[in-house]
DNA sequence: TCAAACCCTCACATAGATGTGAAGGTCAAC
DNA sequence: GTTGACCTTCACATCTATGTGAGGGTTTGA
């Protein structure tokens, strides 16, 4: 614990702080999802920020999101927004708009079917009382 | 165009209609999230409320929802739907709330992602006004 | 009767996310 | 110094949703 750099962890620590397999770590990187550091030993080195980024990454999957996507829309998530904006081409703006309108679609069609299934649990809870 | 069994369709039309390639219909079918008739040449035939469920159903797989999933609520969303639950044992209310909740968190995950998305647009366009 | 446009089944291929394990380097503790 | 718990890369396997096409039957209309 000295005064600079603290807090860093390697990969079993990441591992386990986001209950994601390392496997699956190294293939984010692959993806160029996030970039840890090297240790001189050649060890991978994390900045604790990266667990947040790793769950939101893992929602974005588990919400349907291809990598690639994620891949775009990562860099709006960064905290000092206002910095990390350096390139931002036509292009890549109708693409998020895109994305985000494609988002919100998902949304909707989740809601929609999520609401339904709540709608039938709560007839069955009504129209067919538990036998106890 | 008799009295009784109008307005069914074969694959190509309702591939037209939800604009899903006909191998994805026999591949929906092969899963059990629709069950088309047959005429007596073996063609399938489509009851015409099929439309709706393919797309709910692509809607549910493009939102990263499995098929093994979808086939467990896609009978919640039967329409009279005081008729279907025949068979609502213990554990498959249970399976289904715990999706429910799943959709609820998937839902929570895209709507963040999506709002940084949209600030992040507004951001550049106020701070980084096109050129021209 | 032939062609075009449908339909069928079967089967192999692909792409993305993930599982699993081999072969081997590093480091801390005993 | 040896062991055990880390880490590395590489590579092959798996599962799911898809693409693609071969080989062949049916229906309709010229």
Request: aromatic share 6%; hydrophobic share 30%; proline share 5%.
């Given at each position: 614990m000295a005064k600079g750099e603290v807090d860093h962890m390697r990969i079993g620590e990441l591992s386990e702080r986001t209950d994601t397999p390392r496997r699956l770590l190294r293939y984010?990187?692959?993806?160029?999802?996030?970039?840890?550091?090297?240790?001189?030993?050649?060890?991978?080195?994390?900045?604790?920020?990266?667990?947040?980024?790793?769950?939101?990454?893992?929602?974005?999957?588990?919400?349907g999101l291809p990598t690639r996507l994620i891949r775009q829309i990562l860099p709006c998530l960064d905290q000092p927004r206002s910095i990390h904006f350096p390139d931002a081409t036509p292009e890549m703006l109708a693409l998020l708009e895109h994305?985000?309108?494609?988002?919100?679609?998902?949304?909707?069609?989740?809601?929609?079917?999520?609401?339904?299934?709540s709608e039938y649990l709560e007839a069955v809870r009504d129209g067919n009382p538990p036998r106890e």
């Open positions: 984010y990187e692959e993806q160029d999802l996030i970039r840890p550091r090297r240790l001189p030993n050649g060890y991978r080195d994390y900045d604790p920020r990266l667990v947040d980024r790793v769950l939101q990454i893992r929602g974005l999957l588990d919400a994305e985000r309108d494609r988002m919100t679609q998902r949304i909707a069609c989740l809601s929609r079917n999520r609401d339904a299934v």
